[in-house]
């Protein structure tokens, strides 16, 4: 083959991969794990798990994660809060594929479950960091910001609120990441002037009245509200309340109890769910 016709050749070929690496975009997939959260989030190549679901749900976390998504090594998991609806699964999430770094807001936590993932975390060699308000992380093309992380609110018998909230960005479209994060942690995160408006928002502790208050729910102004919770499950969750604020505010909201897993797609420009 002359090099005029392998100079030809290249132009086709990277012509022909410019659609495929267009396509290299940010997913956000919000797994049905019944009454509990696990969110995955992919962008160029990396990819995030923020918790891990409960036990009931830890076997289909891990082949979503391994078989579904095909995924055999994780940059970042990130436990927003120790409780076992959250933490059980990420045992499953790091079984499934090794991590090099887990966030959580304590090193330490009287539960077997939160010792399973220290276990886990500990065979792969990957680090445990408490991250700080303001902290950034890179996932591919996407930035990830700590908007919250109250560790001291665990000695206080608010574990809930020392739940790690996080902003991602990718081009002009956010998400909202919230844990079980309550009414407390919102108001400190409106005193402390936080960027809060996002496309769409994981609503906090599965739709519960103790969280989304009105005006943190103004500050954010999601076009969609996503609520992770088991149907018929035993805490009323989502909220009456909750619903309606989110109605009045304008947000779709999606429910996995209603509609299994959610998942988004954004080309930086645009939004689209999956479902």
Request: aromatic share 8%.
């Amino acid at each position: 083959m002359n090099r005029k016709m392998r100079k030809v050749l290249t132009v086709f070929l990277v012509l022909l991969l410019l659609p495929a690496i267009a396509l290299a975009d940010l997913e956000v997939h919000f797994l049905d794990v019944g009454q509990g959260d696990c969110a995955v989030v992919l962008c160029d190549g990396e990819a995030m798990v923020i918790d891990g679901g409960p036990r009931a749900s830890a076997g289909m976390v891990y082949r979503y994660i391994r078989e579904t998504l095909g995924l055999r090594h994780i940059d970042y998991v990130i436990s927003t809060h120790p409780h076992v609806d959250h933490v059980y699964g990420l045992s499953s999430v790091l079984n499934a594929a090794p991590a090099d770094l887990l966030l959580s807001p304590v090193r330490e936590w009287d539960s077997k479950a939160f010792e399973y993932v220290l276990k886990y975390a500990a065979k792969q060699g990957t680090p445990l960091a408490v991250p700080a308000v303001s902290d950034t992380l890179r996932l591919g093309g996407a930035v990830v910001t700590v908007l919250h992380c109250w560790p001291e609110a665990v000695s206080e018998s608010r574990t809930n609120d020392a739940s790690i909230v996080l902003r991602i960005d990718y081009g002009k479209t956010s998400f909202l990441f919230t844990g079980d994060a309550e009414d407390w942690s919102e108001y400190m995160m409106l005193d402390a002037g936080a960027n809060l408006k996002a496309d769409v928002l994981k609503v906090s502790h599965h739709g519960s009245s103790t969280a989304s208050t009105k005006p943190f729910l103004e500050a954010v102004q999601p076009s969609w509200a996503v609520i992770s919770v088991g149907k018929n499950n035993e805490y009323g969750h989502p909220h009456r309340q909750v619903l309606e604020r989110l109605e009045k505010i304008g947000a779709k909201t999606l429910r996995t109890d209603e509609l299994g897993t959610i998942a988004f797609r954004s080309d930086g420009d645009r939004l689209q769910v999956l479902n």
